[in-house]
């Protein structure tokens, strides 16, 4: 049953003919003019070093691998009021998705899906995007991956340089990975609610827990424990939303 929701997701939420591979926009680039434009982007300058990222190595220093094993794929979404409630109707269940267009467990460290959202103006993403992500990104977490959002006029801080604008793209898209021991940076961000963060957290480690490095371990429980004494009697302290299934196999 669930391997058949999983081979159906794709076809339902993607325009038909849209998902392809990294190598099948190269050989064909005016079939694809939105991904060859995001492909020239990764290749200038999501590949290589920047003075202001704040850190030595290129902006994604993984990127290079899934490219050479095409492990990065495509899709489209059409939309209509480009919303917060619109993302979250249309890609919540790229979670299915993710797993049914990569179900090699052993390559997940590397695969990536970017979806597009062309039909959203570059200059009126963030209701979209930031709003969507806000509110899609515990359960893409929870179900063990990260969800990147990207757009032209994103003000997501960087990790290591908060002046740096790491997450600003040619288009509005989303992202989607594997969660990976390195995420924990990402996960406790302060502009998240401090009960969000501590489920986010507690996910990073049902999933990669066993990876972390014992000094990354301690310092992810220490903050766990800070967390827990702030939402302790909290009337504020989100209720657990249900998972989609917890559906990584």
């Keep these: 049953m669930i391997k058949d929701v999983l081979e159906q997701y794709p076809l339902k939420i ?25 492909i020239a982007w990764i290749e200038l300058l999501i590949m290589k070093p920047n003075p202001e990222l704040g850190r030595a190595g290129p ?3 993984r990127v290079h691998l899934a490219l050479e094993q095409n492990l990065l794929k495509f899709a489209t979404i059409r939309t209509k009021d480009a919303t917060a409630e619109e993302a979250v109707c249309k890609c919540e269940a790229a979670v299915e998705a993710f797993y049914g267009l990569f179900p090699n467990r052993d390559e997940w460290p590397l695969s990536c899906l970017l979806i597009l959202f062309p039909d959203i103006k570059r200059g009126q993403a963030s209701d979209f995007i930031d709003g969507g992500h806000r509110r899609l990104r515990k359960t893409f977490i929870k179900n ?6 990207f757009h032209p006029h994103s003000t997501v801080p960087g990790t290591y340089n908060p002046a740096f604008r790491a997450m600003r793209a040619p288009m509005p898209l989303f992202a989607v990975r594997a969660i990976s021991e390195h995420d924990h940076k990402f996960l406790v961000r302060s502009d998240f609610p401090a009960a969000e963060r501590l489920e986010c957290l507690n996910a990073l480690l049902d999933f990669v827990g066993d990876k972390l490095e014992s000094k990354t371990k301690a310092e992810v429980e220490a903050v766990l424990l800070e967390l827990r004494k702030q939402c302790e009697g909290s009337s504020n302290h989100a209720v657990d939303a249900p998972r989609r299934g917890h559906l990584r196999p």
């Excluded at 038909?16 to 099948?24: M, Q």
């Excluded at 063990?144 to 959002?149: A, S, V």
């Design 14 to 38: 993607f325009t038909p003919g849209s998902v392809c591979g990294y190598a099948e926009v190269q050989r064909d680039p005016e079939r694809f003019p939105h991904y060859a434009e995001v």
């Design 144 to 149: 063990g991956l990260m969800l990147g959002e």
């Design 59 to 61: 902006v994604c220093p």
